[in-house]
């Protein structure tokens, strides 16, 4: 969700406004990828290298996830269930919030029954912190190192593989999200700051693979 920052600072709005916007906009994409009948939905929220950005704009950010999490009643009117993936709670290097970890669950948890959509969360997310992570536990319980193996053992087994990767902001590098999951994906790259996402943009996305 590249260009909250720039998307403000085009309307002389601090960085932190943009995200806000970024914000609601999940809101509004998660009404749309439900009414497209969308199976998964997963969003790139926090990454693990995020925790360097300045203390004011991480703090401002976790806001927005205990918002988003927050939002419960919304994602049960919409038969959505909540998931979350990242870096474990208790890793020793591991810095979520005690107020951001409970959001997590609690959302998970109330909408765990929902049987539509899987909107799923990359929070204090790494790519290759996944990889090493699947690795060491293939590993520690002495199986075979196999593409299943791994798969297997990913933060979140449960995600599919990724159909449609989509990076805005006119960024066309590969970012490190969900490298594992995402071989083979499509990927469509925009122009559009993460706040102008919309219907069509998403559209766009879905032709590559529809
Ligand atoms: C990248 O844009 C965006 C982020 C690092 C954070 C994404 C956060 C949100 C969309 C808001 C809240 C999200 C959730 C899941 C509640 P940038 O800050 O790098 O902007 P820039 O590329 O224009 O500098």
Same mark, same amino acid.
């Given at each position: 969700m590249d260009?909250?920052?720039r998307w403000?600072a085009?309307?002389?709005l @601090?960085?932190?406004a943009?995200h ?11 009404r749309?990828? =439900?009414?497209?009948?969308?199976g998964w939905?997963?969003l ?11 203390r ?6 976790l806001g927005?996830?205990?918002?988003l999490?927050g939002?419960?009643a919304?994602?049960n ?11 474990p ?8 919030p ?7 669950r609690?959302?998970?948890?109330d ?5 539509g ?6 929070f ?19 199986? @075979? ?5 791994i ?10 593989p990724?159909?449609?990767? =989509?990076?805005?902001?006119g ?16 990927m ?13 943009e998403?559209?766009?996305a ?5």
């Amino acid at each position: 969700m590249d260009g909250n920052g720039r998307w403000a600072a085009a309307r002389g709005l @601090p960085r932190t406004a943009g995200h806000s916007e970024g914000e609601e906009n999940i809101a509004r994409l998660v009404r749309v990828a =439900v009414r497209r009948d969308i199976g998964w939905l997963t969003l790139f929220g926090f990454s693990t290298e995020n925790w360097v950005r300045p203390r004011a704009e991480v703090r401002h950010i976790l806001g927005l996830h205990e918002k988003l999490f927050g939002r419960i009643a919304e994602l049960n009117d919409l038969n959505v269930r909540v998931q979350w993936i990242g870096r474990p709670f208790d890793a020793a290097d591991a810095r979520t919030p005690r107020y951001v970890q409970r959001a997590i669950r609690k959302a998970i948890a109330d909408t765990s029954a929902n049987t539509g959509m899987v909107l799923t969360i990359a929070f204090d997310y790494g790519g290759r912190r996944e990889l090493c992570d699947a690795v060491e536990r293939v590993r520690q319980w002495h199986l @075979p190192m196999t593409p299943q193996s791994i798969t297997d053992h990913l933060y979140l087994a449960e995600l599919p593989p990724v159909d449609v990767m =989509v990076r805005t902001s006119g960024e066309r590098r590969v970012s490190n999200f969900l490298l594992w999951q995402s071989a083979g994906a499509a990927m469509r790259f925009t122009e559009k700051a993460w706040p102008e996402f919309d219907e069509h943009e998403l559209e766009r996305a879905l032709a590559l693979v529809t």
